[in-house]
């Protein structure tokens, strides 16, 4: 995989990052290009979970539905869409750092074209996800360390 792979250190617990970015109604607080989350069936997710993330990508949102293959509490999660023109892979790692307190976030991503996508990959998609999950990244380690839960 890793088109994109960054990794940000955050002064929480594997735990606490864990429960916060595995949870779907978190997305929209800190990834910046999506506008909406509708998880498909129950909530928390589990192997074979699926979630509609749509994402603005310039002027246009695309839907793309996500599916869960892999979880491993707290160290990490992977994900992979399954529609659209444009389907991402996500392989999430936790790691603790020192006394446990403090712990590292990897995001490992790619994305594979469909048709149109083929074209959107290369040109759009990959270089803004670069750009964005830079940004990510510090909004989570801001809202994570800033927060009590």
Same mark, same amino acid.
């Not at 603005?56 to 949102?61: C, I, K, L």
């Not at 839907?63 to 992977?78: A, F, L, Q």
């Not at 074209?113 to 830079?134: F, Q, T, Y």
């Given at each position: 995989?890793?088109?994109?792979?960054?990794?940000?250190?955050?002064?929480?617990?594997?735990?606490?990052?864990? =429960?916060?970015?595995?949870?779907? =109604?978190?997305?929209?607080? /800190?990834?910046?290009?999506? @506008?909406?989350?509708?998880?498909?069936?129950?909530?928390?997710? +589990?192997?074979?979970?699926?979630?509609?993330?749509?994402?603005? @990508?310039? =002027?246009?949102?695309?839907?793309?539905?996500?599916?869960?293959?892999?979880?491993?509490?707290?160290?990490? /999660?992977?994900?992979?869409?399954?529609?659209?023109?444009?389907?991402?892979?996500?392989?999430?790692?936790?790691?603790?750092?020192?006394?446990?307190?403090?712990?590292?976030?990897?995001?490992?991503?790619?994305?594979?074209?469909?048709?149109?996508?083929?074209?959107?990959?290369?040109?759009?998609?990959?270089?803004?996800?670069?750009?964005?999950?830079?940004?990510?990244?510090?909004?989570?380690?801001?809202?994570?360390? +800033?927060?009590?839960?």
């Amino acid at each position: 995989m890793s088109a994109i792979k960054e990794s940000v250190d955050i002064s929480r617990r594997p735990e606490d990052i864990y =429960s916060y970015v595995t949870d779907p =109604s978190h997305l929209m607080e /800190w990834q910046e290009s999506v @506008v909406s989350v509708r998880p498909l069936g129950e909530l928390p997710l +589990s192997v074979g979970s699926r979630v509609v993330v749509t994402r603005r @990508v310039g =002027s246009r949102e695309f839907p793309m539905t996500m599916e869960v293959t892999d979880i491993d509490p707290p160290r990490g /999660w992977h994900m992979r869409g399954v529609d659209g023109p444009v389907r991402g892979e996500v392989q999430g790692t936790i790691e603790p750092l020192g006394d446990g307190e403090r712990s590292r976030l990897t995001i490992d991503l790619d994305f594979e074209g469909h048709g149109m996508g083929k074209l959107l990959v290369p040109l759009v998609v990959r270089p803004n996800a670069r750009k964005e999950i830079l940004r990510d990244e510090q909004k989570l380690k801001e809202l994570l360390e +800033s927060s009590v839960a």
